[in-house]
């Protein structure tokens, strides 16, 4: 077997010039778009990178498993995405040298290059809050594989004052399969009152600058955003207790773009120019009861990680009122509610005791049933009303026989719905067990 030995290398000297686009118009639409490709592109960028981490740590791991053991490792770190990787080559005992030494070369390129779209992006975001104006358009995008593009503010015609315009100069890197620069036209205009021509310009002399030396010399745009854990209210009502989770703009946001589908966790953690990647798994948190996770189990022991976000059926009316009118997620519980609620803080506060403080546990309607001696729909209809302060998941429960290489391998797969009290909902827990109690 031949494993690559390079990945998009950028040298420092004038690579051959193709052609260049010139868009026109409607730039601010043009600006905005950019700003959500390279916001996509970084995501893939680290997402490479990861992956490539999590491969390097199970081999190190797996070099002294069976031979079914390692085979079986080796495909849990790229499940059916080869070809997105850039997989071609089978994982033996013969090479696993070469392939620790492609994954690191992968990973590292993955890395430079998300580090290299993170500055793009950043310099975009200073365009459109205003930090920056216009003409301080500099994009260097290193991201395709046999080309680099140049974005800069110009004018057209070249040389002339004429109309203001967004440059794109296209240079050739590697063996250039394929050149096609209307598809740089036709994507641009797509977007409303934007133009865009080819325009092949003589004498072009650019240097480029390495992707290392890029990287070094670009800065990074801090976020302006401030995530704070939103605030709350408590309220008695008779034999009733009404809350409300007072949303900021963010989380606004953050729940319109979750109403509308299914949101996989990347989704949404590169969803908005609003936040940043860390600070949207913060706001996400923050919402968690809110809005329902489903969890999948990974790695070797089959510990459950979030894999997508919903909004849970019972909440619909709340978080429709909260995004339409109100800005407040509010609902209520009834004292009926009570049990479920104290069985379930109760347990989580033991647990975290002797486990540690991030540490929460999941509890499904038959055990809740068995803590509170309620009947076990009468735990449902609380698990209902309690979802908001509770967190709706549903996790993955695979039955397996036999095993992967054998033919007598069989599976099957259902969703097991329990629920938890997330970290941003225990102090609310805590207090609303509190004032119910002395009522």
């Known amino acids: 077997m031949t494993l690559p030995t390079t990945l998009c290398e950028i040298v420092d000297h004038q690579l051959p010039y193709l052609t260049t686009v010139y868009v026109e118009g409607n730039l601010q639409a043009y600006i905005e778009d950019m700003e959500a490709y390279f916001r996509d592109s970084l995501k893939s960028k680290e997402e490479t990178r990861d ?3 999590t491969g390097l740590e199970k081999l190190a791991a797996d070099e002294k498993c069976s031979q079914e053991e390692h085979d079986l490792n080796y495909w849990d770190i790229f499940g059916d995405s080869y070809e997105r990787y850039g997989v071609h080559f089978e994982v033996d005992a013969t090479n696993i040298q070469q392939v620790r030494g492609w994954m690191t070369m992968k990973r590292d390129n ?7 779209q993170k500055i793009n992006h950043s310099r975009l975001l200073d365009i459109m809050h205003g930090s920056s104006p216009l003409t301080a358009l500099n994009l260097t995008n290193y991201a395709y594989e046999n080309q680099i593009l140049r974005a800069e503010y110009a004018f057209l015609p070249p040389g002339s004052t004429a109309v203001d315009a967004i440059r794109i100069r296209i240079f050739s890197h590697g063996m250039l399969r394929r050149h096609r620069p209307e598809g740089f036209v036709d994507w641009a205009i797509q977007l409303p009152n934007v133009m865009a021509r080819i325009w092949t310009e003589d004498d072009v002399h650019e240097h480029l600058p390495t992707l290392d030396d890029f990287v070094a010399g670009g800065g990074v745009r801090r976020s302006r955003l401030v995530v704070h854990q939103p605030k709350y209210e408590i309220e008695q009502q008779e034999a009733a207790l009404k809350y409300s989770i007072f949303l900021g703009e963010a989380e606004i946001e953050m729940l319109k773009m979750v109403s509308n589908s299914l949101c996989d966790l990347g989704s949404i953690s590169y969803g908005s120019a609003t936040w940043s990647p860390y600070q949207g798994d913060k706001i996400m948190k923050n919402l968690f009861g809110i809005i329902a996770v489903c969890e999948e189990p990974v790695g070797r022991y089959n510990r459950n990680k979030y894999s997508f976000i919903y909004v849970p059926s019972q909440n619909l009316d709340a978080i429709t009122e909260a995004i339409q009118n109100s800005g407040a997620f509010s609902k ?18 033991e647990l975290r005791s002797k486990y540690g403080n991030d540490f929460y546990p999941r509890f499904s309607p038959t055990e809740l049933s068995n803590r509170t001696g309620l009947d076990k729909k009468e735990v449902e209809s609380s698990l209902q009303n309690l979802t908001g302060i509770l967190v709706e998941a549903f996790q993955p429960y695979t039955f397996v026989s036999g095993t992967f290489i054998t033919e007598d391998y069989h599976s099957y797969k259902t969703n097991i719905p329990k629920w938890f009290i997330p970290k941003a909902r225990m102090e609310l827990a805590e207090q609303a067990l509190q004032l119910m109690e002395n009522n």
């Open 332 to 349: 209520t519980i009834g004292m009926e509610d009570l049990a479920v609620l104290r069985a379930i803080y109760d347990r989580t506060d």
């Open 110 to 116: 993955a890395a430079g290059l998300a580090r290299a």
């Open 51 to 53: 992956v490539m981490n």
